[in-house]
């Protein structure tokens, strides 16, 4: 929160609290985050209001939030370290909890687990419980009362409503201190607050954990309140049906059991305290651990309040009931004035009438005195009988006459009308009493909402708070809910096909991607951006991939190149290398003689063969000396030796015998070389 051009940042109250920055402000006090100059630690400073530091209403307020947190010394109970006065502004030096209120939580995860709404709600349980046994009722718990530090630690905060049981009421009649969201019906009758009214705050708060929503809403507090005290709050697992909310867990029958006993209209069917709720918490926590989120109708029926012959909180009606026409002039007491930041709800009085007082017979009071001062004295007139009793007729006559011009006046002006009452956001049962009490009749028609749950009112036509005349008729459009489609399976169909799937459904075809895929052919869908069966809006669009087949890799020639070499590119181009072998005396010996294929493109998993060379074919030079020259000749012609004859002899005349060959035996030579084979 912006605190630039806050003037108490940057001061020191009482020379020792260093202000440092505006953290929150509220409907009474400021929250600042400080620095204990004298023992050196970060802590909240929670100053009044310089507008309310005379309102001495708001001064008890602000002092009884520091003396109830104070009594109380819980790890779930912000501590309070300090009280003063500064200037005429009253502060509340208390411990400062880094971190985020649990209502930030809600709006980020809800619904949440079980057993995380469970956990969360045993800290507020307990520290309900510490507060309950030191007999102070919180009266205000609800989210934004619920600090969640960055370690996990969870701590409840503001006692600026709390209470000591038993402590005189401050609040005038007539007027509801809290918040109506969670708000429990016997404070809006009129009814003194004890721990059990915590314990309904405590039991809509896991409500709104588990579903993600508020089991009651309205267009104003006044509808909300209405609806707390005539309306049962729904188990949670219905309201997560209802709005068709998606989760990866069901909640147990036993969890909806412990809502339905934490929030029972008749506080008498109510958890009675803080130790039981915690108490009834730990062991639904304890069943979660042991068998997961199986039902168990034993414990749910053990938990579940006993049915009530009826409401012991008073009802309070949208409306009020018709206006009858007065035959006497009554002067009404001015309504005292709501106090800051609280809301005003009317109620109706169940109480009946005091009855007119009975004629006491005449021996009762012979002295002609009044037997008690609620007995009337009646003096005795002296006018003859038949007088009087012309001037009582004449009397009566005048009064029905006034009263029968009063009433028909009213009629015509007002008394033939009748007020819309507000019907949003209500389920049609409640609408039809609600019709029925403001004397209308509904036409209902339906479409779909993406805000307002299913079964539930949308709006009404006449608006809420409109005149009609009484017995018209109201449209009213009924929600239908989300209005969702099937995603189609459409991986594995061509392009084509996928796309009309798509449209046929309401949806639409968003970014087509190409991508080349070895196995599936060219223009078949390979995926999508939604999974099939999912639930989407009208004309969501979805992404798809479609394949263009296999890539297309080039071939290269390595004729004439190393064997190794084009082994080894060849299958990093992603193909398959078959190397046959063949002698070749025009190829060196490891280099490709021939590839097949050795261009164009392939696709990745084809073979390319290459015949490998080993060289010419080689021969060893066979032993010839000795050998007469024709034999000398034959052996070399066996061996396939191509050879020329060099005579070289010292005698006179030649001896025709072989003296070697050039090169020598065992000379290995290529086939087709020519050697020398000499004669002496």
């Not at 469970?118 to 307990?126: F, I, Q, S, T, Y």
């Not at 004890?194 to 405590?202: E, G, L, T």
């Not at 109706?348 to 001062?373: E, F, I």
């Amino acid at each position: 929160m912006n605190s630039t051009f806050d003037p108490l940042v940057g001061q020191v109250l009482d020379a020792r609290y260093e202000i440092v920055a505006k953290v929150a402000r509220g409907g009474m006090a400021t929250v600042y985050r400080a620095r204990d100059l004298r023992l050196s630690r970060v802590v909240a400073l929670k100053v009044m209001r310089s507008d309310l530091g005379e309102d001495d209403e708001f001064a008890a307020k602000f002092d009884r939030e520091a003396r109830s947190a104070a009594v109380l010394s819980h790890p779930n109970v912000v501590s309070i370290f300090d009280q003063g006065i500064s200037q005429g502004q009253p502060y509340i030096v208390m411990e400062f909890v880094d971190g985020e209120t649990l209502r930030r939580v809600i709006s980020r995860e809800a619904p949440l687990r079980p057993e995380k709404a469970l956990e969360l709600l045993e800290d507020v349980a307990a520290a309900l419980a510490a507060a309950h046994d030191a007999g102070v009722v919180h009266r205000d718990i609800k989210p934004e009362n619920v600090l969640i530090s960055h370690r996990g630690q969870l701590k409840v905060v503001d006692f600026g409503l709390a209470r000591r049981v038993g402590s005189p009421q401050m609040t005038a009649t007539g007027v509801l201190v809290g918040t109506a969201s969670y708000l429990p019906p016997e404070l809006v009758t009129h009814s003194r607050p004890d721990a059990r009214s915590d314990i309904y705050s405590a039991g809509v708060l896991l409500f709104e954990l588990l579903t993600g929503t508020k089991p009651h809403t309205g267009e104003n507090n006044y509808q909300i309140a209405y609806r707390h005290v005539n309306v049962d709050v729904p188990r949670p697992s219905e309201r997560l049906a209802e709005t068709g909310r998606r989760t990866d867990w069901p909640i147990p029958d036993y969890l909806d059991s412990l809502i339905r006993a934490a929030t029972a209209r008749d506080p008498d069917k109510r958890i009675p305290d803080g130790r039981e709720l915690l108490k009834q918490v730990r062991q639904a926590l304890h069943e979660l651990e042991a068998y997961g989120y199986a039902d168990n109708p034993g414990l749910a029926a053990e938990i579940e309040p006993e049915a009530s012959g009826g409401d012991l909180t008073q009802p309070i009606t949208p409306r009020p009931e018709r206006p009858r026409p007065s035959l006497t002039r009554v002067q009404r007491r001015a309504e005292p004035a709501p106090e800051a930041g609280a809301w005003e709800a009317e109620r109706v009085s169940s109480a009946p009438p005091d009855p007119a007082p009975k004629a006491l017979p005449s021996s009762s009071n012979r002295s002609g005195s009044p037997r008690s001062q609620r007995t009337p004295v009646f003096q005795v007139s002296k006018a003859p009988v038949h007088r009087k009793r012309r001037g009582l007729v004449a009397l009566l006559l005048v009064l029905l006459l006034t009263a029968g011009a009063s009433f028909g006046s009213w009629w015509y002006l007002s008394g033939r009308f009748t007020m819309v009452p507000a019907m949003a956001n209500q389920a049609e049962a409640a609408i039809n009493n609600a019709a029925q009490v403001a004397e209308i009749t509904l036409n209902t028609t339906s479409e779909y909402s993406e805000e307002v749950p299913a079964g539930q009112v949308i709006r009404t036509d006449p608006a809420a708070g409109e005149r009609v005349l009484r017995d018209s008729s109201v449209d009213v459009v009924i929600s239908l809910g989300p209005e969702r489609f099937d995603m189609p399976t459409v991986v594995g169909l061509p392009l084509e096909e996928a796309r009309a799937a798509l449209e046929g459904t309401n949806l639409a075809v968003g970014d087509v991607t190409e991508t080349w895929h070895e196995e599936v052919a060219a223009g078949e869908v390979l995926s999508a951006s939604q999974e099939a069966g999912a639930e989407l809006r009208r004309d969501t669009t979805i992404d798809l991939t479609v394949s263009q087949g296999p890539e297309p890799i080039p071939i290269d020639d390595y004729t004439g190149r190393a064997v190794s070499t084009a082994t080894s590119e060849l299958e990093e181009a992603g193909f398959e290398v078959e190397v046959t072998e063949e002698h070749n005396a025009d190829v060196r010996d490891g280099n490709v003689l021939s590839q097949s294929p050795s261009s164009g493109n392939g696709k990745r998993g084809d073979t390319i063969t290459l015949v490998r060379s080993l060289g010419p074919v080689m021969i060893t030079i066979p032993e010839v000396r000795y050998r007469s020259t024709d034999e000398a000749e034959q052996i070399l012609r066996d061996a396939g030796l191509e050879f020329d004859i060099q005579r070289n002899t010292n005698f006179p005349l030649p001896l025709d015998i072989a003296a070697g060959t050039d090169p020598g035996a065992g000379t290995q030579v290529a086939e087709g070389t020519r050697i020398t084979l000499i004669i002496s």
